[in-house]
Nanobody, 123 residues
Framework: QVQLVESGGGLVQAGDSLRLSCAAS????????MAWFRQAPGKERDIVAA????????YYADSTKGRFTVSRDNAKNTVYLQMNSLKPEDTAVYYC????????????????WGQGTQVTVSS
């Protein structure tokens, strides 16, 4: 497994930007597909974005396309989520997750999880 620690969450206003970071250690990070999920109160945990081990392939949920960008720096064992034009409906706890090699879009496919970071967007 990979140990994951998220950072960068906070309270912002609608229209603002935030960048989340997820620092990894343990299993070879460069061979892991990485994903960001989020969970709002009373709702299921949903995928936000994902990136393959070599960054050749990315995935975005429809609700985040054009506003969020996932990237990774394998030299720093870190994956990022740049979030622009934030909306109140983006408010959630954001989780970083890892699995071997290829992207998956369901949370059950990921075997390593961070503790989550809160993002709150006020209107």
């Amino acid at each position: 497994q990979v140990q994951l620690v998220e950072s960068g969450g906070g309270l912002v206003q609608a229209g603002d930007s935030l960048r989340l970071s997820c620092a990894a250690s343990g299993r070879t990070f460069s061979m892991s597909a990485m994903a960001w999920f989020r969970q709002a109160p009373g709702k299921e945990r949903d995928i936000v974005a994902a990136i393959s081990w070599n960054a050749d392939n990315t995935y975005y949920a429809d609700s985040t396309k054009g506003r969020f960008t996932v990237s990774r720096d394998n030299a720093k064992n870190t994956v990022y989520l740049q979030m622009n034009s934030l909306k109140p409906e983006d408010t959630a706890v954001y989780y970083c997750a890892a699995r071997n090699f290829n992207i998956a879009t369901i949370d059950q496919a990921y075997d390593s999880w961070g503790q989550g970071t809160q993002v709150t967007v006020s209107s």
